[in-house]
């Protein structure tokens, strides 16, 4: 074996950086069992060990090699399914910025531009930005206006903007400063956000933008009050002081909308809304109302029908209930202004809690002399009036004002907890974002689901690796361990470059690694499947091995690079199908080290010491030899199956379509365990019952999920409010709903943690993310089935070959499409059968492995071809003979793959058991496909061209035999 040192120098190497790279990990899983076993069970008690335990320093000889944090800071980092946590999108809204910048302009083109962009959103993959510059060209000229420039005082020409941009500054000038400020204060924003973030002292987060786009990815592990967090990083911290409108003058307008509109919002004893005595607040309402309300408050009729003098009033709630009512928030009506700028917007300098009468916790704040001097005014125009401290479009406080205030100073009181006033204090001092951060996609995974996770994983993991290591001993004998080795190998060096890369395991990576491990095999089967020709050809073990393995290279690395293409693309997504992407690639390179060369190098090791061995065992020595099936005279048949099940599946999609998941239609959906079960239809219905929105109700989907009495719930209940509270109400209606199937005083806040029972996890999707799911994975899959015809016309120079090999992976996707669809209509599977990022990641996992498959096929074809210079087989023939000698092949490896596919299916969690099942059809629809689609069509396309070319040539003669008789 040529380069034997090199290669064990080269493994030797890779196996002490994997060893460093894996070493933290053992340290810290040791310290912290250490402590575990120091600690009476309790949290805080572990805690308090840790930290004794992390003062020490691990030492060789003498030397300090690590301590706990250090360990801890370079360990395998594991992803929130398999920790606990929460993980959050949130999007700073580059049209709130634009309003902004515009000082909230009503400029009708200015509008009709943004509205115009909002509309591309969905479907654009330019930033919100351009498109609105390129709306605001179109508009103006379809409005009739079109010398209106960027810089009129009515779009960017703002007092804010005087230095910068001029009255006679060019559009595209405009569009470059306004570009690079939306982009700056993107980046303003991750840095406030990572400040308030450091405040909540979690270990581990993650917070990092998205490449060329507004979109912020937070990751906090550990977080079990994920309300509290969501309110801390949504808020933009933009303090404002504003006066108040006296309340009989509202109730009399709000009176007038109650009739216009026909609601019931004011007026009847049953009304939406209740005056209330006060100077300050207008009316107070349940908190089970305020989004009906608001749909109402922010209606056409309602600007409509406004007073002259109140224009521009604004209508916000409190932040929070009273303790006198907590189930009620007061409704305020503010003086609003034309550009929606406050009399004073509050530059705090500094804050901190005091206490007011009977030892009320209180927000003390000192503002700035320019602010300072802003309020000493307003205070003075307002005595005997209140005024409303206004944070985030939510009311704290709205007290009458005694006197003038000379020194800046003010105070908000809002019945705070002590907690909350800290989580006030600390966004204040973060500094403010300039609009509110958005939410627009969520994960929360409790720590006993994630717990769960990774016990399933481990199973999944041990169970599939046992079965394929067996498989391999008995079909390939002493051959097959060492091939075994080479397996162990493969995965300690795949984990350990996970490690050194920094990758973060996640659920669906564990998936990756099975599956890479499956895949792994395959390398060594081709070999081992060649060898035992060349023996049957009577050559000695080491010539067949030399030989086999020579003549399998080409095979090996075909199929796993069209593989790799897949990989690369799913490695462009986010989320989970990252995680499995990651895993996936590193274990294709992995695997094309350790099955060609490890491999080797202990068969050869064996063979140079003497010792005998056979590639094969008394069981299997025979099987898949001397095949001789003719399958190029049954495709016929073949087309018409594949035909009849291609023409079901599309009038499937066409007309039925998919049971879609929350992924790409927006929503949330809710893992929660009951105490006490219930058929999924009744608790529908009762949920129903509680998400009701002025008079209509939201479907609310109710699912068994897993074992026991855990349910998954799935609505599109509130998934376009603004209300900053809208989580903390439909997690209200869940309980209020759900209460009679939990434990007997199971409190609200028991249920929110998922504390033994209640919301295990929940996911939240916008509707602009679900839209970009679609859109990214179409274009991943076009992609990647570009990639792959392009390749395999390069490698084969044969377009037969090649449109051949992309029917058969369209067939393929097809087909499991439409199984989706059949069976989502028909609901007799106990799993979900969605279309989610799931989904897309199995169909692109499909086509990767049935390219592989192919390209195996394809490859004996054409070495078939070469020998077949003096045309001693027909294409038939040929094929078939290809089909044939390689049917060990594509046995073994789909029976190793598709075994350890069902393992995962089983072990691997309710979460992974659609995307296991797409690729269980997937697999098993590959094999068949390389064969009676992929082979059959290139086989039929080659008979066609040859034909074509012999009537030609047929053609040519006989005209030029005419020809000479002629003359």
Same mark, same amino acid.
């Given at each position: 074996? %040529?380069?034997?040192g090199?290669? %064990?120098?080269?493994?030797?190497?890779?196996?002490?950086?994997?060893?460093?790279?894996?070493?933290?990990?053992?340290?810290?899983?040791?310290?912290?069992?250490?402590?575990?076993?120091?600690?009476?069970?309790?949290?805080?008690?572990?805690?308090?060990?840790?930290?004794?335990?992390?003062?020490?320093?691990?030492?060789?000889?003498?030397?300090?090699?690590?301590?706990?944090?250090?360990?801890?800071?370079?360990?395998? %980092?594991?992803?929130?399914?398999?920790?606990?946590?929460?993980?959050?999108?949130?999007?700073?809204?580059?049209?709130?910025?634009?309003?902004?910048?515009?000082?909230?302009?009503?400029?009708?083109?200015f509008?009709?531009?943004?509205?115009?962009a909002?509309?591309?959103?969905?479907?654009?993959?330019?930033?919100?930005?351009?498109?609105?510059?390129?709306?605001?060209e179109?508009?103006?000229?379809?409005?009739?206006?079109?010398?209106?420039?960027?810089?009129?005082?009515?779009?960017?020409?703002?007092?804010?903007?005087?230095?910068?941009?001029?009255?006679?500054?060019?559009?595209?000038?405009?569009?470059?400063?306004i570009?690079?400020?939306?982009?700056?204060?993107?980046?303003?924003?991750?840095?406030?956000?990572?400040?308030?973030?450091?405040?909540?002292?979690?270990?581990?987060?993650?917070?990092?933008?998205?490449?060329?786009?507004?979109?912020?990815?937070?990751?906090?592990?550990?977080?079990?009050?994920?309300?509290?967090?969501?309110?801390?990083?949504?808020?933009?911290?933009?303090?404002?002081?504003?006066?108040?409108?006296?309340?009989?003058?509202?109730?009399?307008?709000?009176?007038?909308?109650?009739?216009?509109?026909?609601n019931?919002?004011?007026?009847?004893?049953?009304?939406?809304?209740?005056?209330?005595?006060?100077?300050?607040?207008?009316?107070?309402?349940?908190?089970?109302?305020?989004?009906?309300?608001?749909?109402?408050?922010?209606?056409?009729?309602a600007?409509e029908?406004?007073?002259?003098?109140?224009?521009?009033?604004?209508?916000?709630?409190?932040?929070?209930?009273?303790?006198?009512?907590?189930?009620?928030l007061?409704?305020?009506?503010?003086?609003?202004?034309?550009?929606?700028?406050?009399?004073?917007?509050?530059?705090?300098?500094?804050?901190?809690?005091?206490?007011?009468?009977?030892?009320?916790?209180?927000i003390?704040?000192?503002?700035?002399?320019?602010?300072?001097?802003?309020?000493?005014n307003?205070?003075?125009?307002?005595?005997?009036?209140?005024?409303?401290?206004?944070?985030?479009?939510?009311?704290?406080?709205?007290?009458?004002?005694?006197?003038?205030?000379?020194?800046?100073?003010?105070?908000?009181?809002?019945?705070?907890?002590?907690?909350?006033?800290?989580?006030?204090?600390?966004?204040?001092?973060?500094?403010?974002?300039?609009?509110r951060?958005k939410? #627009?996609?969520s994960?929360?995974?409790?720590?006993?689901?994630?717990?769960?996770?990774?016990?399933?994983?481990?199973?999944?993991?041990?169970?599939?690796?046992?079965?394929?290591?067996?498989?391999?001993?008995?079909?390939?004998?002493?051959?097959?361990?060492?091939?075994?080795?080479?397996?162990?190998?493969?995965?300690?060096?795949?984990?350990g470059?996970?490690?050194?890369?920094?990758?973060?395991?996640?659920?669906?990576?564990?998936?990756?690694?099975v599956?890479?491990?499956?895949?792994?095999?395959?390398?060594?089967?081709?070999?081992?499947?060649?060898?035992?020709?060349?023996?049957?050809v009577?050559?000695?073990?080491?010539?067949?091995?030399?030989?086999?393995?020579?003549?399998?290279?080409?095979?090996?690395?075909?199929?796993?690079?069209?593989?790799?293409?897949?990989?690369?693309?799913?490695?462009?997504?986010?989320?989970?199908?990252?995680?499995?992407?990651?895993?996936?690639?590193?274990? #294709?390179?992995?695997?094309?080290?350790?099955?060609?060369?490890?491999?080797?190098?202990?068969?050869?090791?064996?063979?140079?010491?003497?010792?005998?061995?056979?590639?094969?065992?008394?069981?299997?020595?025979?099987?898949?030899?001397?095949?001789?099936?003719?399958?190029?005279?049954?495709?016929?048949?073949?087309?018409?199956?594949?035909?009849?099940?291609?023409?079901?599946?599309?009038?499937?999609?066409?007309?039925?379509?998919?049971?879609?998941?929350?992924?790409?239609?927006?929503?949330?959906?809710?893992?929660?365990? !009951?105490?006490?079960g219930?058929?999924?239809?009744?608790?529908?219905?009762?949920?129903?019952?509680?998400?009701?929105?002025?008079?209509?109700?939201?479907?609310?989907?109710?699912?068994?999920?897993g074992?026991?009495?855990?349910?998954?719930?799935?609505?599109k209940?509130?998934?376009?409010?603004?209300?900053p509270?809208?989580?903390?109400? #439909?997690?209200?209606?869940?309980?209020?709903?759900?209460? %009679?199937?939990?434990?007997t005083?199971f409190?609200?806040?028991?249920?929110?943690?998922?504390?033994?029972?209640?919301?295990?996890?929940?996911?939240?999707?916008?509707?602009?993310?679900?839209?970009?799911?679609?859109?990214?994975?179409?274009i991943?899959?076009?992609?990647?089935?570009?990639?792959?015809?392009?390749?395999?016309?390069?490698?084969?120079?044969?377009?037969?070959?090649?449109?051949?090999?992309?029917?058969? !992976?369209?067939?393929?996707?097809?087909?499991?499409?439409?199984?989706f669809?059949?069976?989502?209509?028909?609901?007799?599977?106990?799993?979900?059968?969605? #279309?989610?990022?799931?989904?897309?990641?199995?169909?692109?996992?499909?086509?990767?492995?049935?390219?592989?498959?192919?390209?195996?096929?394809?490859d004996?074809?054409?070495?078939?071809?070469?020998?077949?210079t003096?045309?001693?087989?027909?294409?038939?023939?040929?094929?078939?003979?290809?089909?044939?000698h390689?049917?060990?092949?594509?046995?073994?490896?789909?029976?190793?793959?598709?075994?350890?596919?069902?393992?995962?299916?089983?072990?691997?969690?309710?979460?992974?058991?659609?995307?296991?099942?797409a690729?269980?059809?997937?697999?098993?629809?590959?094999?068949?496909?390389?064969?009676?689609?992929?082979?059959?069509?290139?086989?039929?396309?080659?008979?066609?061209?040859?034909?074509?070319?012999?009537?030609?040539?047929?053609?040519?003669?006989?005209?030029?035999?005419?020809?000479?008789?002629?003359?």
């Open positions: 074996m %040529k380069g034997k090199f290669i %064990k120098l080269f493994a030797i190497v890779l196996g002490l950086i994997c060893l460093w790279e894996l070493f933290p990990t053992f340290y810290v899983n040791r310290i912290e069992k250490k402590a575990e076993s120091l600690s009476n069970g309790t949290a805080a008690s572990k805690r308090e060990q840790l930290e004794k335990l992390s003062k020490d320093s691990l030492k060789i000889a003498g030397i300090n090699i690590m301590n706990y944090n250090e360990a801890k800071n370079q360990e395998i %980092k594991l992803g929130l399914d398999l920790k606990g946590g929460l993980n959050l999108m949130l999007e700073i809204p580059e049209r709130d910025l634009l309003i902004y910048f515009a000082d909230n302009s009503e400029n009708p083109i509008r009709k531009a943004l509205g115009d909002s509309a591309q959103e969905k479907t654009s993959s330019a930033s919100y930005t351009s498109n609105f510059f390129k709306a605001f179109k508009e103006k000229a379809a409005m009739g206006e079109p010398n209106l420039k960027l810089s009129s005082p009515d779009i960017f020409g703002t007092p804010t903007f005087s230095d910068k941009i001029k009255f006679n500054t060019s559009d595209a000038d405009v569009e470059k400063f570009t690079d400020k939306v982009e700056s204060s993107v980046n303003t924003a991750i840095e406030v956000i990572r400040a308030r973030v450091k405040k909540l002292n979690i270990d581990e987060p993650n917070i990092q933008r998205i490449v060329g786009t507004g979109r912020i990815l937070v990751e906090l592990p550990g977080v079990t009050d994920a309300d509290r967090v969501k309110r801390l990083l949504q808020t933009s911290a933009r303090l404002e002081f504003w006066e108040v409108y006296d309340p009989a003058a509202t109730l009399g307008y709000l009176n007038t909308l109650s009739q216009k509109t026909g019931n919002l004011l007026g009847t004893k049953d009304a939406l809304l209740r005056p209330i005595r006060s100077n300050a607040a207008t009316a107070t309402a349940f908190l089970r109302d305020t989004a009906a309300i608001n749909k109402i408050l922010n209606s056409p009729q600007k029908v406004l007073p002259p003098n109140m224009k521009y009033a604004k209508l916000l709630w409190a932040a929070k209930p009273s303790p006198e009512s907590p189930n009620e007061q409704l305020f009506t503010i003086k609003g202004t034309k550009n929606d700028h406050a009399p004073l917007e509050g530059a705090v300098t500094d804050a901190g809690i005091s206490f007011g009468n009977f030892n009320q916790i209180q003390s704040m000192q503002m700035n002399s320019e602010s300072a001097g802003i309020w000493k307003l205070t003075e125009k307002n005595i005997g009036h209140p005024i409303a401290v206004v944070l985030d479009e939510v009311v704290y406080t709205a007290p009458n004002v005694n006197s003038a205030i000379p020194n800046g100073q003010s105070v908000i009181t809002g019945n705070f907890s002590q907690k909350e006033a800290n989580d006030l204090i600390d966004v204040l001092k973060s500094g403010k974002l300039q609009v951060a939410i #627009i996609q994960e929360v995974v409790g720590p006993t689901l994630g717990q769960q996770s990774i016990h399933n994983g481990l199973i999944s993991i041990l169970v599939s690796y046992f079965f394929i290591l067996v498989w391999m001993i008995f079909y390939y004998g002493k051959a097959g361990m060492y091939a075994n080795i080479a397996l162990v190998l493969n995965m300690f060096f795949l984990i470059i996970m490690a050194s890369w920094g990758a973060v395991l996640t659920l669906p990576g564990i998936a990756g690694i599956l890479s491990i499956a895949m792994a095999v395959d390398a060594n089967i081709i070999i081992f499947e060649r060898v035992k020709e060349e023996l049957r009577g050559k000695n073990l080491k010539q067949a091995f030399a030989d086999g393995q020579k003549h399998a290279l080409s095979a090996i690395i075909d199929g796993n690079l069209t593989t790799l293409i897949v990989g690369i693309v799913l490695l462009f997504s986010t989320g989970p199908i990252k995680g499995f992407a990651v895993t996936l690639v590193i274990g #294709i390179l992995c695997t094309l080290f350790t099955a060609i060369f490890i491999t080797s190098l202990f068969i050869y090791g064996a063979m140079e010491k003497g010792q005998s061995f056979s590639i094969s065992t008394t069981w299997t020595k025979n099987w898949f030899t001397n095949v001789h099936f003719k399958w190029m005279e049954k495709r016929k048949i073949a087309y018409i199956f594949s035909s009849v099940l291609m023409i079901i599946s599309i009038i499937s999609i066409f007309t039925k379509g998919f049971e879609q998941g929350v992924d790409y239609t927006g929503g949330r959906t809710y893992v929660i365990k !009951l105490a006490n219930a058929p999924p239809e009744e608790l529908s219905k009762i949920l129903e019952s509680q998400f009701i929105d002025n008079g209509e109700t939201t479907t609310v989907d109710v699912k068994k999920y074992e026991g009495n855990q349910v998954r719930v799935t609505t209940y509130g998934i376009d409010s603004e209300d509270n809208i989580d903390v109400i #439909i997690k209200d209606k869940l309980y209020n709903g759900l209460k %009679k199937f939990l434990p005083n409190s609200r806040d028991n249920f929110v943690q998922g504390e033994a029972f209640g919301i295990q996890s929940s996911s939240e999707v916008g509707p602009t993310v679900a839209s970009g799911i679609v859109r990214n994975g179409i991943a899959v076009s992609i990647a089935l570009l990639g792959i015809f392009i390749y395999i016309l390069y490698r084969f120079k044969n377009w037969q070959m090649s449109s051949g090999a992309v029917l058969s !992976l369209i067939h393929d996707a097809t087909i499991v499409m439409g199984i669809s059949i069976l989502s209509w028909l609901r007799i599977v106990p799993f979900s059968v969605e #279309i989610d990022q799931f989904f897309i990641a199995s169909i692109l996992t499909i086509i990767g492995y049935s390219i592989n498959d192919t390209v195996i096929v394809f004996r074809i054409r070495e078939n071809k070469r020998h077949n003096h045309q001693t087989m027909s294409l038939k023939e040929l094929y078939n003979d290809a089909i044939n390689t049917l060990g092949r594509t046995i073994n490896t789909g029976a190793t793959t598709i075994v350890a596919t069902v393992i995962i299916f089983f072990f691997g969690g309710e979460s992974l058991q659609g995307f296991m099942f690729l269980l059809l997937g697999f098993s629809f590959g094999m068949y496909s390389s064969i009676y689609v992929a082979s059959s069509i290139s086989c039929d396309l080659t008979l066609y061209s040859h034909e074509k070319e012999s009537k030609r040539l047929a053609i040519a003669a006989k005209n030029t035999k005419k020809l000479a008789t002629t003359k």
